[in-house]
Structures are given as C-alpha cells and as structure tokens.
C-alpha cells in the first residue's frame, strides 16, 4: 500500500507562489502516475494536475495551465506542485494521489490512493 503525505499548504496573497509536496511512503514509485486534485468549500474534488511515471507527460485543468507546475522525483519517492500567480478561486484544500498505472489521468477514480489534504488559501 501507498501512503501519501502533502505539505507546503498556507497562506498566499493574490499573485503569490506555493510549492505543494506529496511524499510517498515507499522508496519506489513503480508504475505510479500521480496526480493534484483539489476540493473547495461545498464543491466537488476536481481535477488539477497529473503526471506520468517517468515524468516526461503531464496534464493540466485549463484554469491552471500556465500557472502550475507538476513534477517529481521518484528516486525521492517525491511529487511536487508549483504554483504562481495564485487566484482567490485557488483556494481549497489540495490532495495528491497515486495511480496503479504508469499512464497519466485525470479522474480521481482512476487513482487508488490519496493523501489527507494541505490547505491553500488565498486572499484578495
């Protein structure tokens, strides 16, 4: 089993950067794609970024491309989201998660595991 951890959440005024980081419990992420949801207030988990194994494709929700960055390190066992020129509609709490497949996706019921969620809020 893969237990997922994320850190770096906080508070950011509008325009700022957060780097998010989603460690993994094993030394090895084998045929793992990951991906970045995110969930506000009275909304549902939706989309934000996702990456294949190797790191060579990503994919990104259309409100972030441009501003968000998906990468990882997996001899770290590591998955990172930079984030810029942060939005108010940014806001919410941030979730990584793992796939059993080496291929990216974008539908959280593709992924098989999750990790508890960092927040990220930001301010007018």
């Known amino acids: 089993q893969v237990q997922l951890v994320e850190s770096g959440g906080g508070l950011v005024q509008a325009g700022g950067s957060l780097r998010l980081s989603c460690a993994a419990s094993r030394r090895t992420f084998n045929n793992y794609a990951m991906g970045w949801f995110r969930q506000a207030p009275r909304k549902e988990r939706a989309f934000v970024a996702a990456?294949?194994?190797?790191?060579?494709?990503?994919y990104y929700e259309d409100s972030v491309k441009g501003r968000f960055t998906i990468s990882r390190h997996n001899a770290k066992n590591m998955v990172y989201l930079q984030m810029t020129s942060l939005k108010p509609e940014d806001t919410a709490v941030y979730y990584c998660a793992a796939r059993g497949s080496a291929a990216l996706g974008s539908r959280s019921s593709s992924y098989d595991y999750w990790g508890q969620g960092t927040q990220v809020t930001v301010s007018s």
């Open positions: 990456i294949n194994w190797s790191g060579g494709s990503t």
